[in-house]
Each structure stands twice: as C-alpha cells, then as structure tokens.
T-cell receptor, first 107, second 114 residues
Framework: KNEVEQSPQNLTAQEGEFITINCSYS?????LHWLQQHPGGGIVSLFM???GKKKHGRLIATINIQEKHSSLHITASHPRDSAVYIC?????????FGTGTRLQVFP | KAGVTQTPRYLIKTRGQQVTLSCSPI?????VSWYQQTPGQGLQFLFE???????NKGNFPGRFSGRQFSNSRSEMNVSTLELGDSALYLC?????????????FGPGTRLTVL
C-alpha cells in the first residue's frame, strides 16, 4: 500500500462545477503540500498545510491530522484548472508523493 | 525575484554514459531538493542539500549523486546511465528556515537514455 493515496485518479468536470480531490496518508508528517503540474512538467506549489484550512482564490485546502486526510477543493472550476494535482507529505525532511489526480475541465 | 532554473532543459544520452544536471535556486534559498518523475513510479525524492551538506537521501542507487556549492547552486550526476533513468528530473528550492517549508520547483530537465 502506498504511503500517500489520492482519489480519484482521473476527474472530468464541466466548467463551473465544484471539485474535490482527496488525499490520505499513513506516515507521520510535519506538513502536507498540494501541487499543480501542467502539461510540459512545471510544478507549482498551491498550499502547504500543517493544520486546519487555507484558501487562495477559488482553491481551498483542508487537513485533518487525526484522520490523516486532506482535501483540495476547487470552486467554480474553469478549463484553465485542467492539470494534474499532486498531494505530497513532508516526512522526516523528504517529500513523499501521491500518484496525482488528472483533472480535465470542459467548457 | 528570478525563479528556480535548471539546465539543460532536454538531454539525450546513451546507455553507459554519465550526465550532470544543474539547478540554480531562488536567491536566498539554502535548501535544494532533487526529484525524479517517471510515468511508472511517479515523483520520487532523490536527495536534499542544505548549506553544501546532503541532509537527506532517497532510495536510489549510488550511481545518483549530487553536490551543492557555496552559492547554493546544486548539481546532480548520474553515472553509467540505464534506460530506466529516462525521466523528468526536477529540483526545488526552499528557505528551509523551519522544518517544513514551501518548495519552489524548477521547470525540470527531461533526460532520455537511448
């Protein structure tokens, strides 16, 4: 079993829909990161969380440390949100990555 | 502030050769981490350098090595290349003032081994 599990693996949405991507982990962490990777490879860090909830524009990330679970929400999705979203946990000074969720948003 | 830069962006090598990849972090960032991304294994941690010292290492063979210079620039080297080393190699820098810190990724070097 992977130490970081994401679901779903693939997600298709219509523009405007509310989207949720889930991440569960089984190791101790000091923080959890949500990353976005566009075709071509560039990775952008969206959030770093160690507790609670963070919001940036249409993106919201939450983490429940007791349940070892985090969610990334996208409100009012847009085609430009199409990308791979990756959850990564900070474990003893190294990142362990989930396998990613491929999101496609159609107009 | 300039972002993280990596050179070269693309590289083609043959089996048995060696390769050196370079990463220049954001100015002021002292931590540089390296990652390998392949379709089969996804993203995997290679190693992390902080103030010229390797602080952490992932589960990769000794053919993978790295170093960091006094200006925080980092290089990674892969010797005796194998077909399976074909991947996107990403570096990321952070301030690393605290244990966990936001990482800023470079565009990556895409290595193809023939």
């Amino acid at each position: 079993k992977n130490e970081v599990e994401q679901s779903p693996q693939n997600l298709t949405a219509q523009e405007g829909e509310f989207i949720t991507i889930n991440c569960s982990y089984s190791v101790g962490i000091s923080a959890l990161h949500w990353l976005q990777q566009h075709p071509g490879g560039g990775i952008v860090s969206l959030f770093m969380l160690s507790s609670g909830k963070k919001k940036h524009g249409r993106l919201i990330a939450t983490i429940n440390i007791q349940e070892k679970h985090s969610s990334l929400h996208i409100t009012a999705s847009h085609p430009r949100d199409s990308a791979v979203y990756i959850c990564a946990v900070d474990n003893t000074d190294k990142l362990i990555f989930g396998t990613g969720t491929r999101l496609q948003v159609f107009p | 502030k300039a972002g993280v830069t990596q050179t070269p962006r693309y590289l083609i090598k043959t089996r048995g050769q060696q390769v050196t990849l370079s990463c220049s972090p954001i100015s002021g960032h002292r931590s540089v981490s390296w990652y390998q991304q392949t379709p089969g294994q996804g993203l995997q941690f290679l190693f992390e350098y902080f103030s010229e010292t390797q602080r952490n290492k992932g589960n990769f063979p000794g053919r993978f090595s790295g170093r960091q210079f006094s200006n925080s620039r980092s290089e990674m080297n892969v010797s005796t290349l194998e077909l399976g080393d074909s991947a996107l190699y990403l570096c990321a820098s952070s301030l690393a003032v605290i244990e966990a810190d936001t990482q800023y990724f470079g565009p990556g070097t895409r290595l193809t081994v023939l």
